[in-house]
């Protein structure tokens, strides 16, 4: 049984309340970046939809560069919030969470010292609109299809990685027609709360206090106050 040793999540998740981890420094022998995503210990990733903009209906997933396995983590329903013509500009096909993708959170356990990397496999009408890779020399001609906000490090700090995909690398557009807008799919992959590192180890960061709400009596005839005090920890 593998042991999951790391777990980093997506800023809204913190958001609410659903993950509570800190992630240690990272090594060397870990990436993330558009040669390939590595890490030296099982570690469990969340990413979030962002938004998209464009024609495609598209999937985004992880593939294992070793086996070539792949494993779909968002979906569109639709090509856009929308029903709109491929000559309509207006709204450049906007895709927001909870409608183009219903289901706009995922989480992926990358295996230990195992080569990834991250795909957006698209279609337009039914036709196959071609596949493309953070890994760069995995696509067509060796040309970069994602940009990545930040490298390992923004695992580390909280502020996450924003991955921002351009899928007209495929093969229903021509190079001259390319317009390279990193627009067409919006990931954000883990951010976290930071921790601090003392001498005996992690620290987890206090959470800030609670409001609570209590009525205090005051002198009669004047009815009850309400007043509003931080809760002590």
Same mark, same amino acid.
Request: charged share 20%; hydrophobic share 35%.
């Given at each position: ?6 777990? #980093?999540? /997506?800023?809204?998740?913190?958001? *609410? &309340?659903?993950?509570?981890?800190? =992630?240690?420094?990272? +090594? %060397? ?56 013509? #491929?000559? /309509?500009?207006?709204?450049?096909? *906007? &895709?927001?969470?909870?409608?183009? =993708?219903?289901?706009? +959170? %995922? ?64 093969? *229903? ?61």
């Amino acid at each position: 049984m593998t042991k999951k040793s790391k777990s #980093i999540f /997506s800023p809204l998740w913190w958001g *609410l &309340g659903l993950a509570l981890a800190c =992630v240690s420094p990272a +090594f %060397a022998s870990e990436s993330f970046d558009n040669q390939a995503i590595q890490f030296d210990k099982d570690t469990s990733v969340e990413f979030e939809f962002v938004e998209s903009r464009g024609a495609y209906q598209s999937t985004f997933g992880i593939v294992n560069l070793s086996t070539g396995e792949k494993t779909p983590l968002l979906r569109e329903v639709k090509p856009s919030d929308d029903n709109q013509q #491929i000559s /309509s500009r207006n709204k450049d096909f *906007l &895709g927001t969470p909870g409608n183009t =993708v219903p289901n706009p +959170f %995922a989480e992926f356990n990358f295996k230990a010292n195992t080569p990834y990397s991250l795909y957006l496999e698209s279609t337009i009408k039914g036709k196959d609109g071609g596949i493309v890779y953070t890994s760069s020399r995995a696509n067509k001609a060796g040309n970069q299809q994602a940009k990545l906000s930040e490298n390992f490090s923004g695992l580390e700090d909280g502020r996450g990685v924003k991955i921002s995909w351009d899928d007209t690398g495929s093969v *229903l557009v021509k190079p001259s027609k390319d317009d390279s807008d990193f627009n067409d799919f919006v990931v954000i992959a883990g951010g976290f709360k930071p921790c601090r590192y003392g001498d005996s180890g992690l620290i987890p960061v206090q959470p800030a206090p609670i409001p609570v709400e209590v009525e205090v009596p005051i002198v009669k005839p004047k009815p009850p106050v309400r007043q509003i005090i931080p809760q002590t920890w």
